[in-house]
């Protein structure tokens, strides 16, 4: 048995961009889970976007409810939707931004990730959902340059 007594707390270099959390919700949760969350983080609503683009959950001829949240936890995107998603849409659960998304699949795709959703654009993002080895699926983005 090893014990390990550490007398300094570990020092990490800041994150460059802080990774979402990305919640799909029914519309009638939809307010508890926003306001029970807002007010445990003291955080607050950054966007309510009432008609989001469909292409963003794998439904390109719909529109949805789509709330960010910004706290000290961290990102959050609500996702309100009926259940009804293609795959892999519902199973990502967080969302990575990353400064040049088609360098960062080119990568990706050499260490063996499988990009399942090709990237699409919405919403001021660059975005694709990929699969890593070993199953964890994730949405990556970038920000569309102005």
Not at 86 to 97: A, C, H, L, S, V
Request: no cysteine.
């Amino acid at each position: 048995m090893h014990l390990y007594w550490h007398t300094q707390a570990p020092r990490y270099t800041p994150l460059q961009t802080i990774p979402e959390n990305r919640v799909y919700v029914s519309p009638q949760n939809l307010h508890k889970l926003v306001h029970d969350f807002v007010k445990f983080s003291n955080g607050r609503v950054v966007s309510d976007v009432l008609d989001a683009p469909g292409i963003e959950i794998g439904r390109p001829n719909d529109t949805y409810r789509r709330v960010r949240i910004e706290s000290g936890f961290g990102k959050m995107t609500v996702l309100v939707t009926n259940g009804h998603l293609p795959y892999p849409f519902g199973r990502e659960t967080t969302g990575y931004e990353v400064l040049d998304l088609a360098a960062t699949l080119e990568k990706a795709n050499v260490a063996g990730v499988a990009v399942l959703v090709p990237p699409f654009t919405s919403d001021g993002r660059n975005a694709a959902i990929v699969q890593f080895p070993g199953g964890y699926i994730a949405e990556i983005h970038a920000s569309v340059a102005k």
